[in-house]
């Protein structure tokens, strides 16, 4: 009996956490573990390792993750985001850095999420994040064009195929992936013909065992982590930025929540252990999580299957995985640039204000020219607390009255009196007016930083030089504090008003 | 605090938690709260495998779900607040009183943290609406809604009769001590014969534990009898409620962690699937 009630027990709750929704996840998790294959490969070959790097990647990450994530539905594997961050540490020092600094990027981001750093993603306005699709999608189209130079025109008629059948076949069934007739015509036509394009066997190894577990071979010294660490930290940071974005991507299209720092840590073990099984850092993705939705996709399970799909077609399928030509898998790239990029924040240039459009494109322009999306978000980042701050400090004005007998005058300050707004503070005073009384009016102000208190103290010093006697009055319980603290004219020699 | 809150779904045994509930609001008076939640994640979105993302994929995306997650909302209430008014109208001829109906949205659990701080008591079903995966099964909500609730949880039985004998599992746990405070205090219990049912070694603390609880509830005004019987707990207890027909079963609830639970396995699961009468379950940590 009681084996029966704890196997009813684990049944239960593996039914809430897993077994919801089998059909949909199994079936998501099969048509992603197909358009996994060609994205595996194309972003090991962006990073300029072989096709094994990424697929083992893929496996590992995709398995690892449905346990160890925070939001169920989500798939992550190899990425575009993070592949481009490795390419000059694979020209410089070869793969097995790669694999260190993937290790060293997952213990980076288990320490994000075990200090529960997950919130620091409420600096990251909606403009930065539309600006972090739109160069995540530029960066993905921009790997395919050494594809596509110096080539016959055999592979543009392909590509532009491939494309034609990526979109017009959904017209006839949507019960079949379309990316996959895409490479299974292509394949067919390109060995029937006898066409000269590449395949994917050209551009590296494939898989032949099943991943084994691996140290890296780099010696263990300060040298080591110093070239590593630069790299470990932009693919950690990336890799947490697209995963929680992807999160919040799929939160909004299933309306449930996720846990953000436990997507932070399972990112972390993800890329750690996969590190150790010859695998390149990865994080989620926003494609791959759209198009698990939109297959049904919702739980772990669809995940797991995912991984679990894709090492059973890579095991099996693995001598044919090599003759699929290269065009196929760059039309399916070309497909994913145009899924990521936002473009209704094209349309919404226009109706956008002005500091929203320049954060996105600053945003933009920052990864294009880094081929780092940490820099562009950074960039972001910092433009849009700067507009934030300037915003602000327009919402500051000062009113002033001079009293019946024409000695004393009162300036009533109001709004957010800050680094940003001290300047117009201290230009809102007329210090030549001979006054016996002045009084600054704080009740409709904040002080918030160091700027402001000395901005309050100067023009308190320049009254008073001037003669008069000055009060300050009705400053809150936060700015009194400040002001109490660091201000040189503490509330007791000028008078708080009190 | 004067209300008390049931939950109930389309399942065969939303009439007897209706009348459960409105037994106990008829007899101490408290309003009750009739909630039906509606369980969004249920929901099937329409299948499309094409696998292919097209211009502006996410938003195309998001108003196809969003579209079709709001016809199957409007469904779902006005198939909720259909049986929420038939379950209040029900409750009302029952005789309970000031009976509100709310219909929700989301996890059963949070409607339970909710709804719990300005409740007395919760009464669920043996059974809830998707627990339809094999016959003899709980709902797959009640062992979580009773570890999480922090006031006493009365699972309804298939069918309702007024309880005339109740008999409490008397362990001596802190669990149990919840129940005969509750008892003494309450209104819900007046009339109701009471038997303090001991199974297991007997012994001298045991048993004084057991005769100051009888006092209580003798002082309290009720009818008690206190009996040892030795045994393997559950089949004296559930032998015990089917020889003398007692209709109303007390008892602590999942004392044990999760971990050894999954184990061993868990007797409160165990005792509420196979007895026959309603059970009524007190937590240590409950208020």
Known sequence: ?498 | MTRITAFIDASAYTESVTDHAAWVSRTTGYGLDLVHVVDHRRRTAPLDFTGNLALGARSTLMDTLTKHDAEASRLAREAGAAVLDAAKAHAEAAGAVDVHAKLRTGEMLEAVKDFETGSRLLVVGKRGGHADFAAGHLGSNLERVVRAAHRPVLVASRAFTQPSHAVIAFDGGASVGKAISHIADGALFSGVKLTLLNAGRRDDGLEREMDAAAKLLKEAGHQVETVFAGGEPEKVILGHVADTGADLLIMGAYGHSRIRTLIIGSTTTEMVRSCRIPVMLFRPDMG
């Open chain 1, 1 to 498: 009996m009681a084996f029966h009630d704890a196997r009813q027990w684990a049944l239960r709750s593996l039914r809430e956490t897993w077994f919801f929704n089998v059909r949909g996840d199994l079936l998501a998790g099969l048509v992603v573990a197909l358009a996994l294959i060609p994205e595996a490969i194309a972003f090991s070959i962006i990073a300029g390792v072989d096709p094994k790097v990424g697929l083992y990647a893929s496996v590992s990450i995709a398995i690892l993750i449905a346990f160890t994530g925070g939001r169920p539905g989500m798939i992550s594997a190899a990425t575009a985001a993070t592949a481009v961050l490795m390419i000059t540490l694979v020209a410089d020092h070869g793969l097995q850095y790669l694999l260190a600094a993937t290790v060293l990027a997952g213990l980076l981001q288990i320490g994000v999420g075990v200090l529960r750093l997950g919130f620091l993603m409420r600096f990251v306005s909606r403009s930065v994040l539309t600006g972090f699709v739109n160069a995540l999608a530029i960066l993905i189209f921009m790997a395919q064009i050494p594809e596509l130079t110096g080539v016959t025109w055999v592979t543009y008629a392909m590509v532009a195929g491939g494309l034609a059948i990526i979109y017009l076949f959904p017209k006839l069934t949507t019960a079949v992936p379309s990316p996959l007739v895409c490479i299974l015509v292509l394949s067919a036509l390109s060995l029937l013909l006898g066409l000269d394009v590449r395949t994917v066997g050209d551009m590296g190894a494939l898989p032949d065992t099943l991943p084994v577990f691996l140290l890296p071979d780099v010696p263990l010294n300060l040298e080591t982590l110093q070239i590593i660490f630069p790299y470990a930290a932009a693919v950690a940071a990336v890799g947490l930025l697209e995963s929680l974005l992807t999160a919040q991507i799929v939160d909004d299209l299933t309306d449930t929540p996720s846990d953000r720092n436990r997507e932070c840590v399972g990112q972390g073990v993800a890329n750690t252990v996969t590190g150790f099984f010859g695998g390149m850092a990865g994080c989620a993705m926003i494609g791959q999580s759209m198009i698990n939705v939109k297959s049904g996709g919702r739980g772990r399970l669809s995940c797991l299957a995912a991984g679990l799909f894709l090492l059973f077609l890579i095991m099996v399928l693995g001598d044919a995985v090599a003759m699929i030509p290269m065009p196929a898998l760059v039309a399916i790239m070309i497909m994913v640039s145009i899924g990521t990029f936002s473009w209704s924040s094209v349309k919404a240039l226009r109706t956008y204000p002005l500091s929203s459009n320049l954060v996105m494109i600053a945003t933009v322009a920052g990864v294009i020219v880094t081929h780092n999306l940490a820099v562009g978000v950074l960039i972001g980042v910092i433009l849009s607390g700067v507009f934030f701050a300037w915003k602000v400090s327009n919402l500051f004005t000062v009113t002033s009255s001079l009293s019946d007998d024409e000695r004393a005058r009162t300036y009533a300050i109001e709004g957010q009196l800050f680094f940003a707004s001290a300047e117009d503070f201290m230009k809102s005073f007329d210090f030549r007016e001979a006054l016996t009384e002045v009084t600054l009016d704080l009740s409709n102000a904040h002080v918030w930083d160091i700027s402001a208190v000395q901005a309050v103290d100067l023009a308190v010093i320049k009254f008073e030089r001037e003669g008069a006697t000055v009060t300050l009055v009705g400053m809150n319980k936060a700015s009194e504090t400040l002001m109490d603290r660091l201000g040189a004219k503490d509330g007791d020699a000028v008078g708080t008003g009190h």
